[in-house]
């Protein structure tokens, strides 16, 4: 079945270094890539995404790009801050039974240490 | 504006009791969900509503069933909770149901089953 691997399980960095986090996808009809992050004990809230007609998208410090021919993505996070520990969640859309639903990636908690 | 509200926020059942979990939405969104996020697995749906009227299962429905009473509420019946069963649930919703739209999460439900 449809499956997204999302690497590495977690991520230590220190204050003002760079995060990179990646996914890979097995559907190749997949064609939107939300990135959600959740503090501890809070809801999933999307924070970034990416339409498979475009390679690159930046918001702020935060940036996300695709690779459709390898199937994967990723979330860079620049001048990482403490407030950017949280788990990051990846996902990608596949069409299944009727529905075009998102299919999650198990997630990425990333401490960033002061 | 709420957004997306559920009850209760945390639950204990014994195993084969049962229990109804709520949502609420107050975004005048057409489209709902039901998520449960377990440890080192991301988020899996367990049923959707496309809109006021229809369900439908999503990844994971064995155990569960789902009723739509109105376009604000979106409820989820266990008949008759297992330990397998114990997790967080997420409720969504969104304007349509479409993966490219974004879904709203209300603050979960952690429910325990012994």
């Known amino acids: 079945g449809e499956n997204v691997e999302q690497h590495p399980s977690t991520l230590s960095v220190q204050e003002g270094d760079s995060a990179v986090i990646k996914c890979t996808y097995s559907?190749?009809?997949?064609?939107?890539f939300p990135w959600y992050k959740q503090e501890l004990g809070k809801r999933p809230q999307l924070i970034i995404d990416?339409?498979?007609?475009?390679g690159e998208k930046k918001d702020q410090r935060i940036a996300v790009t695709l690779n459709k021919t390898a199937k994967h993505f990723s979330l860079h996070i620049t001048e990482t801050q403490p407030e950017d520990s949280a788990v990051y969640f990846c996902?990608?859309?596949?069409?299944?039974?009727?529905?075009?639903?998102?299919?999650f990636g198990a997630g990425t908690r990333l401490a960033v240490h002061p | 504006n709420a957004g997306v509200t559920q009850t209760p926020k945390f639950q204990v059942l014994k195993t084969g009791q049962s229990m109804t979990l709520q949502c609420a939405q107050d975004?005048?969104?057409?489209?709902m969900y039901w998520y449960r996020q377990d440890p080192g697995m991301g988020l899996r749906l367990i049923y959707y509503?496309?809109?006021?009227?229809?369900?439908d299962k999503g990844e994971v429905p064995n155990g569960y069933n789902v009723s739509r009473l109105n376009k604000r509420e979106f409820s989820l019946r266990l008949e008759s909770a297992a330990p397998s069963q114990t997790s967080v649930y997420f409720c969504?919703?969104?304007?349509?149901?479409?993966?490219?739209?974004?879904?709203?999460f209300g603050p979960g439900t952690r429910l325990l089953v012994l």
């Open positions: 975004m005048n969104h057409n489209s």
């Open positions: 559907d190749s009809a997949s064609n939107y």
């Open positions: 990416i339409r498979s007609n475009v």
């Open positions: 969504a919703s969104s304007t349509e149901t479409s993966p490219q739209e974004t879904q709203y």
């Open positions: 509503s496309a809109s006021e009227g229809t369900t």
């Open positions: 996902a990608a859309t596949a069409f299944s039974g009727g529905y075009n639903k998102l299919i």
